[in-house]
């Protein structure tokens, strides 16, 4: 699900998947500052890459001596986040759970 929140200058746009910024429209200037997610040549807008940015040698790493798998990127942006508006300020959250 997509959340918009507005005021006089700016319209923003956020996903509760993976917390990602779908949109910042700058409603005065006409601007969209955020790709548009063309499926053709790139269908994401601005995903949050946690807790790591790049890939993993084999898709894992290791911790304490357990190995754990590890996709591209890390796994938030895959994650349904826990919206919170509160006064028109939009906020996530992820907490533990088995999909993480």
């Known amino acids: 699900m997509n959340t918009t929140i507005s005021n006089d200058r700016y319209t923003v746009t956020v996903s509760d998947k993976g917390a990602e910024l779908q949109s910042f429209y700058d409603i005065k200037a006409d601007i969209e500052y955020i790709w548009t997610g063309n499926p053709d040549i790139w269908k994401e807008r601005s995903p949050l890459l946690f807790p790591i940015v790049g890939k993993q040698k084999d898709d894992y790493y290791e911790y304490e001596g357990e ?34």
């Open 67 to 100: 190995q754990y798998s590890m996709p591209m990127h890390g796994f938030a942006k895959e994650c349904s986040f826990t919206r919170v508006l509160d006064n028109n300020i939009l906020s996530y959250s992820l907490s533990s759970s088995d999909e993480i």
